[in-house]
């Protein structure tokens, strides 16, 4: 039975090694991700003409999920819920979770391509181009159905990626209201500066449902931004953002913010702690794509064996450490060592 279920927008990711002059005919940076509009479509074909793609079962919320199954070493502890094509590429993104040990629950469209995300890499950081397709056609009836119900309504933890919200944030408020009534454990990303800025509404709303919200730096940064904070430092807006008011108000809220290799802040009660970030040698590392969601991933393994905070980042900075020495989200072969 699940113990964690993730809500998210299931991707194909298709990795590449680019040069700058790349990324700056399309005017993309480093460590971001979009959505795709009108003037990236070419980047799709050309990345898989030109250059030497790997194809990797993607999805900030499905890469979380896969995560926390590879820490929890126990199949079906996992499941996730969103929407891909009736396709291949839906197929092998099925194939690939479900072979990780996740439980998946997809909506399968009939009409739009599984969605797929450019993940363009330049000195081992990144920069996401995400083509949602048949992931932005996901439907809250499928969440309400029989079927599914009976999937949601047993684990203990909820997570979603901020990109859901542009996609069912009726979805992500429903689980919200069920954590409310049940006591059980909602998780939300801000996931990218997009999102803080332009989704702001449906993200405070998910906000005011949630028992810990994850960001790194830069989206802490927007989100302070956007909300006009007068303290848009990392720990001013993490203590803003644990402040603020919450459905459930007889359990606070745990805000977790990581810095890449800066110490990651985690607000709890009002106090804010820093833990330091453990190194890894440049040598080691293949590329940063997939950091924060192995972070997240091995946090809420953490949270499903009832873990305190302290070890919770631990597990997320082992996660995370562990996904930056291979290509894109591909799980280690081996057990987890923690």
């Known amino acids: 039975m699940s113990a964690i279920l993730g809500m998210g927008n299931p991707l194909l990711d298709i990795s590449v090694t680019v040069p700058q002059e790349y990324l700056d005919k399309y005017g993309l940076v480093l460590n971001n991700a979009i959505l795709c509009e009108e003037k990236h479509t070419p980047i799709y074909k050309e990345i898989t003409t030109d250059f030497q793609p790997e194809y990797i079962a993607g999805g900030a919320t499905q890469n979380s999920i896969r995560v926390a199954q590879w820490m929890l070493q126990k199949p079906g502890s996992t499941a996730i819920i969103g929407c891909v094509g009736k396709d291949a590429y839906g197929k092998q993104i099925a194939d690939c979770a479900s072979a990780d040990g996740v439980r998946v629950c997809y909506l399968e469209d009939e009409k739009e391509a599984t969605g ?96 810990y919200v994850f960001g790194n ?67 080691e590392i293949v590329d940063v794509n997939g950091a924060g ?22 597990k997320g900075h082992y996660a995370a450490s562990m996904i930056i020495k291979v290509s894109g989200t591909k799980l280690p072969a081996t057990k987890p060592e923690m």
């Open 116 to 211: 797929t995300c450019a993940v363009l890499i330049k000195d081992k950081e990144r920069s996401m181009v995400a083509n949602l397709a048949a992931a932005n056609a996901y439907k809250k009836a499928h969440f309400d159905s029989e079927e599914i119900k009976a999937v949601w309504s047993v684990p203990s933890i909820f997570y979603s990626a901020g990109f859901f919200l542009t996609v069912s944030p009726e979805t992500v408020n429903a689980v919200g209201a069920h954590c409310a009534e049940t006591g059980k454990t909602l998780c939300v990303n801000l996931s990218a500066p997009f999102i803080t800025m332009f989704f702001a509404e449906p993200l405070l709303k998910a906000i005011s449902f949630c028992d």
């Open 293 to 314: 969601d192995a972070f997240v991933g091995g946090f809420l393994a953490g949270l499903a064996s009832s873990a305190d905070i302290k070890t919770c980042v631990e």
């Open 217 to 283: 730096e830069s989206e802490a940064a927007s989100f302070g931004e956007t909300q006009k904070y007068e303290d848009k430092s990392v720990k001013g807006v993490a203590l803003q953002i644990a402040r603020m008011a919450k459905v459930n108000g007889g359990v606070g809220r745990i805000v977790v913010i990581t810095q890449g290799c800066d110490p990651t802040v985690v607000v709890k009660d009002g106090k804010v702690t820093e833990y330091p970030v453990p190194k890894v040698a440049a040598s």
